[in-house]
């Protein structure tokens, strides 16, 4: 059983960055894959990037390359999500889940946070 907390939201103006972290509770957190998906207002819940459980590997959503940057510290239990040059549209709730393989697709993910908030004013 693997428990996650999002913190780091927050309101930032457009072009500002946020770190956003994901503090997870159980032994086996350093096994599992994390993702990292948001979710705007009346739209579907998207896919932003993954990381595998060493950390070695990462996946990205084309278009937040170059601006979003995944890392783990699994001394510490948690994961990290970099947001550099932020715009109004990247405004979301913002949520990790964790799995058995990095993957894109919620439906891969087993357990999940309760979401963090991040708000880009223009």
């Known amino acids: 059983q693997v428990q996650l907390v999002e913190s780091g939201g927050g309101l930032v103006q457009a072009g500002g960055s946020l770190r956003l972290s994901c503090a997870a509770s159980g032994r086996t957190f350093s096994s599992y894959a994390v993702g990292w998906f948001r979710q705007a207002p009346g739209k579907e819940r998207e896919f932003v990037a993954a990381?595998?459980?060493?950390?070695?590997?990462?996946l990205y959503a084309d278009s937040l390359k170059g601006r979003f940057t995944i890392s783990r510290d699994n001394a510490k239990n948690t994961v990290y999500l970099q947001m550099n040059n932020l715009k109004p549209e990247d405004t979301a709730v913002y949520y990790c889940?964790?799995?058995?393989?990095?993957?894109?697709?919620?439906?891969?993910?087993?357990?999940w946070g309760q979401g963090t908030q991040v708000t880009v004013s223009s």
């Open positions: 889940a964790a799995g058995n393989v990095e993957a894109t697709m919620v439906d891969e993910y087993d357990y």
């Open positions: 990381i595998g459980w060493s950390g070695g590997s990462t």
